[in-house]
């Protein structure tokens, strides 16, 4: 999983994965590697079918275990039908065929597979994937909505070119959109009715044709607390600067490129949300713009331009001075030195609740970092110094806190 999505939290929990017959169940196995890659459990089911693409050893070979296959196999004697139901929190089926839609639909229990989702009682979560034209059945309409009645989660299918040469809707969603829908449907939803705005990422700033003003954030900080509020049930939208970085569907994003663009779209969202999050690296100046055409440097000239610099604006100070009753503003500082004395002017001069001061300067923490170390200061006096940690582990500790605030 990429650093921003590898939430690790879910030791002690339990999920169980379905494959059934689809081209798409060799990415089952790499499916399995990401639900494991969280602490959590995974036990498996093969239908006949899906063993014609993948084998049980393989799964097992990845850590799933138990691996069920035929209804009257070995496992049978335990009661293997009813295994998923007794342990699992969520039952995953991906990649779900027609067929497997069609039994839960109708209730029919005749191999391993639907018996088990027959008598599972939490969730259960389908990712189709067959060709379009089974897809758009209308059989298939029909089935799909009546499990949507009866509350099973659908993740996509997504549109593109099929195996078979076609191209339309039916294929397998994005395996981390599977892998973090299944943690959503496990995780404390202790978040739910809340509205997150997260900024992250740089900006850049244009000079020429071809020059921008910028620096080395990655975003990977702000992707991590955006996911892990969205894993937590919160409604969120994130104003990414520039940065190639996946976030699931269920996250408004909004791309923009310079500080400006960011001011606009974090004060246009800033009066509907209850909680906000501005971890970007905004630049605090832009250079005089040179124009559209690129500079050409004097040849034999010993040195270049003198850039002139100017303001942008300060969007975590305008939020802090229009924040309402009841909302909560945690701000980023990215600092060199004197952590705590720069994060308690930063928190007064700009009306924070939370600031986390991050040392820059550190290797293997800060900018491009999957990790990261951080000083913790709150406006009611609580400090905390947290070693160096995953981000993702601490994007859920920060939203702990705020929850703590809030109460």
Request: hydrophobic share 45%.
């Amino acid at each position: 999983m990429d650093a921003h999505l590898a939430f690790a939290g879910y030791l002690g929990t339990r999920l169980h994965l379905g494959v059934t017959g689809s081209i798409a169940a060799y990415k089952s196995l790499e499916l399995l590697r990401m639900l494991a890659s969280s602490g959590a459990a995974v036990g498996l089911t093969l239908t006949a079918a899906a063993r014609q693409f993948v084998t049980p050893l393989a799964f097992s070979a990845l850590g799933a275990d138990p691996v069920h296959t035929d209804m009257f196999g070995p496992e049978a004697a335990s009661f293997g039908h009813l295994e998923p139901g007794q342990h699992a929190k969520a039952l995953l089926i991906a990649p779900a065929t027609a067929t497997i839609l069609a039994k839960l639909a109708h209730g029919l229990a005749d191999d391993m597979l639907s018996c088990q989702a027959l008598a599972f009682p939490g969730p259960i979560l389908a990712a189709p994937a067959m060709n379009p034209r089974l897809w758009e059945a209308a059989a298939t309409c029909e089935n799909v909505a009546t499990l949507l009645r009866r509350g099973v989660r659908f993740i996509g299918p997504g549109s593109g070119s099929m195996a078979c040469g076609e191209t339309g809707e039916g294929r397998l969603a994005d395996l981390r959109q599977i892998a973090l829908e299944t943690l959503r449907a496990v995780t404390c939803q202790d978040m739910a009715g809340r509205r997150v705005l997260v900024s992250l990422g740089p900006t850049q700033e244009p000079w020429d044709g071809v020059r921008i003003w910028t620096n080395r954030s990655s975003g990977t900080m702000g992707a991590a607390l955006a996911v892990a509020a969205w894993l937590r049930g919160a409604s969120v939208m994130a104003v990414c600067g520039p940065t190639s970085l996946w976030l699931p569907e269920g996250i408004a994003r909004v791309d923009v490129g310079t500080a400006r663009e960011m001011f606009d779209a974090c004060v246009a969202a800033w009066p509907d949300a209850d909680l906000g999050c501005l971890t970007a690296a905004v630049c605090d100046y832009r250079p005089e713009p040179h124009g559209p055409e690129k500079f050409k440097k004097t040849p034999g000239a010993a040195t270049g331009p003198t850039l002139s610099l100017l303001a942008n604006p300060d969007i975590l100070a305008h939020l802090g001075s229009h924040k309402k009753a009841g909302q909560r503003l945690i701000g980023f500082a990215a600092e060199t030195s004197d952590l705590e004395a720069n994060a308690r002017s930063k928190m007064q001069r700009k009306n924070l609740d939370l600031v986390v001061a991050n040392p820059v300067n550190v290797p293997g923490a800060g900018f491009g970092a999957a990790n990261n170390q951080a000083l913790v200061l709150d406006a009611a006096g609580r400090v905390e110094e947290w070693p160096s940690l995953a981000k993702t582990e601490m994007a859920w500790r920060i939203w702990e806190w705020v929850l703590h605030l809030c109460a």
